[in-house]
């Protein structure tokens, strides 16, 4: 019998919960042995796959299982499920960039359902399966993540240790709420390396718009460059010591940036909320490829992080019940926002935008912003129309037809 999810986990919005587990030192020891297990199991059942090129999960399932449950002593018949399911997912979308089988990290993240955990709301704790028996751990988390753990539907789970840490990172599903529509327009988000982004409005961010240590795009430039020097004189010197320092500093910069596109994607969001608009940005996939950079400016190029701040936006626009649309990228920086005039004398020096046509000048983000939000409203409106062509379609035919009569003919 199929198993089916519920409304809500069907047409809902899946988020992640993170609860901090603070078991003593005998716990502590058997979720590491089950982290250790699992992973191994992962690696077992990812050879076997890569060694008979079966790569869905039902198949996989019938090759792996009893192999695998035979090769790594004390795993559990749901363990080895999850990770048979594990393996299938990590080569569904890299399959053909693969050289040889994937291989887990020891210690990496492991997931765990509804039969490998179980909550207990009120006593604040939760029961993970290990290769020695459930342990029964306390949670801690932030107020409106314990709130969202006892009230919403939970899905699967992943169990990971940071730096001594142990983590649950809980799948909770979140009601969709109705999309507005944009009555106001949108608000236009032009991306970039020198600024990482600029609103139709005219507010650069990071800027004295977001409350924080960051004072600019400038500030953000100076801390990436110092972060990267300090890196490659500490890996140029290879000593023990610099490599202490290194795993110190190991994501920093990552969690500095992550925090920047939380904060332009909320100001974004709310910003759009107040006036009533939606939130346009530019469809950037396979930027990297298109773009021919000189070689000084690879390294910035390539760490931008605008497929981050695009799916943070989204995903708090979609909470917020806000139109959010991706539009095309051309020419945004050379066309008239008021002429549309398109041209690369438009652009007469680095950061200017003079129209040859209507003599409107600006600054060329800001001016790509207002583009940008044009392109949105006209987008969301060809979205939304009504089938008007006059050409046939299935669900128009579907319509017209008749019903047709109980007794047949």
């Known amino acids: 019998m199929a198993i089916r999810r519920s409304a809500t986990k069907r047409h809902g919005m899946p988020t992640i919960v993170q609860l901090r587990l603070t078991p003593n030192l005998a716990q502590a020891e058997a979720l590491a042995a089950a982290v250790l297990l699992c992973n191994q199991a992962a690696t077992v059942v990812s050879r076997l796959a890569w060694q008979h090129r079966v790569f869905r999960v039902v198949e996989l399932h019938r090759l792996a299982y009893d192999e695998v449950r035979a090769q790594v002593a004390g ?3 749901q363990a080895a499920v999850r990770a048979i399911a594990r393996v299938a997912g990590a080569y569904a979308n890299r399959r053909a960039t693969k050289k040889r089988a994937h291989i887990f990290r020891p210690h990496g993240a492991v997931p765990y359902d509804a039969r490998l955990m179980s909550f207990n709301r009120d006593a604040r704790t939760v029961s993970l399966w290990t ?7 306390p949670y801690t988390g932030r107020p409106e993540d314990l709130k969202a753990i006892d009230v919403l539907p939970r899905g699967e789970a992943d169990l990971v240790c940071r730096r001594g840490v142990w983590l649950l990172l809980v799948t909770v ?17 032009d991306q970039g390396v020198a600024n990482l982004a600029v609103t139709c409005d005219g507010v650069v961010l990071p800027g004295p718009a977001l409350a924080g240590p960051i004072g600019g795009n400038g500030h953000v430039r100076t ?3 110092r972060r990267h020097r300090q890196r490659r004189r500490l890996q140029k010197k290879g000593t023990p010591a610099a490599r202490r320092v290194l795993r110190r500093l190991a994501g920093r910069e990552h969690r500095m940036m992550s925090d920047l ?3 332009i994607s909320t100001f974004v969001v709310r910003e759009a909320e107040r006036t009533g608009r939606g939130v346009a940005l530019e469809d950037l996939q396979g930027i990297r490829g298109r773009v021919r950079a000189h070689r000084l400016q690879r390294r910035t190029l390539h760490s931008w992080a605008f497929a981050q701040q695009i799916t943070f936006t989204r995903y708090k626009a979609a909470r917020a019940g806000i139109a ?3 539009v095309d990228p051309a020419y945004t920086s050379q066309a008239c926002p008021d002429c549309g005039n398109v041209s690369r004398a438009n652009r007469p020096a680095w950061g200017r935008f003079v129209c040859t046509g209507c003599g409107l000048a600006g600054y060329a983000d800001h001016i790509a912003a207002r583009n940008i939000a044009q392109r949105g409203v006209t987008g969301w409106a060809a979205i939304n129309q009504p089938h008007a062509t006059g050409l046939p379609s299935p669900r128009r035919d579907c319509e017209s037809k008749p019903p047709a009569s109980a007794g047949g003919s």
Request: charged content about 15%.
């Open 223 to 225: 801390l990436r460059e």
């Open 173 to 189: 599903t979140l009601p969709k709420p109705v999309v507005r529509e944009p009555v106001g327009g949108f608000v236009g988000v």
């Open 261 to 263: 596109n939380h904060q």
């Open 324 to 326: 959010f649309l991706l």
């Open 75 to 77: 795993l559990g018949a």
């Open 131 to 137: 290769p020695t028996g459930r342990v029964t751990v």
